[in-house]
């Protein structure tokens, strides 16, 4: 199933006016799966105290657009300065590794 032209604009728009933006399942406060809440947790690590998150339970047309937008099958989805970085798995291993405190500026652990 193909996403409209205009959610395909507005997840573009998410993307490139957020640092960091995550698209989950759930909130940060209340993620709604597993992967979801430990992608929270390393941004948490990383020191981003507030990403923008986006709910894709709220809303079909972007759970179905984001998996487009990205070319990649599962959610949660991070981005980083409007660059597809990963699921919750390459998260964790570029946390890990330090990529990811590299790519969000933060100090290495």
């Known amino acids: ?49 507030k990403p923008a998150t986006v709910n894709v ?9 984001i998996k487009e937008y990205s070319k990649w099958p599962t959610i949660p989805q991070l981005y980083i300065k409007g660059e597809f970085v990963g699921g919750s798995d390459i998260m964790m291993e570029m946390y890990e590794n330090g990529e990811l405190q590299q790519m969000l500026g933060a100090p290495a652990a």
Do not use: H, W, Y
């Not at 395909?8 to 992967?35: E, H, W, Y």
């Not at 339970?57 to 657009?65: A, I, K, Q």
């Open 57 to 65: 339970l709220e809303d079909p047309e972007v759970r179905n657009g």
């Open 1 to 49: 199933m193909s996403t409209t032209d205009s959610t395909q604009q507005r997840i573009d728009q998410l993307v490139k006016s957020n640092d960091v933006v995550l698209f989950m399942k759930g909130t940060a406060q209340f993620p709604m799966c597993g992967f979801s809440g430990r992608a929270i947790q390393v941004l948490k690590a990383c020191g981003v105290a």
